[in-house]
């Protein structure tokens, strides 16, 4: 089992930054991929940032240029550093741990808020 705590969220003004934090406590060795998504009010979930225990990372192209994903592997930690925020950027954000096995499992933290005001 794997543990994810998401926080870091909260309410800035466009253009300002935010940074989300995500701990993962549990089985943390057999996590192969870390992420973040993001579900806006009546849309699906979708995909954010990812990057691999080696370090390889791939963004949504709509935050491509603003946001930068990172892991402290000491700390057990995944970050997503937000600038330039849009209001459209507005959504709960979801730290996601995935272990490559077969089949594969997927863990989810309990979301975080962020609100970009225009």
């Known amino acids: 089992q794997v543990q994810l705590v998401e926080s870091g969220g909260g309410l800035v003004q466009a253009g300002g930054s935010l940074r989300l934090s995500c701990v993962a406590s549990?089985?943390?060795?057999?996590?192969?991929?870390m992420g973040w998504y993001r579900q806006a009010p009546g849309e699906q979930r979708e995909l954010v940032a990812t990057?691999?225990?080696?370090?390889?990372?791939n963004y949504a192209d709509s935050v491509k240029g603003r946001f930068t994903i990172s892991r402290d592997n000491a700390k057990n930690t995944v970050y997503l550093q937000m600038n330039s925020l849009k209001p459209e950027d507005t959504a709960v954000y979801y730290c996601?741990?995935?272990?490559?096995?077969?089949?594969?499992?997927?863990?989810w933290g309990q979301g975080t808020q962020v609100t970009v005001s225009s």
């Open positions: 996601n741990a995935i272990i490559m096995q077969l089949p594969p499992k997927s863990y």
């Open positions: 990057i691999t225990t080696g370090g390889s990372t």
């Open positions: 549990g089985i943390i060795s057999s996590i192969n991929v």
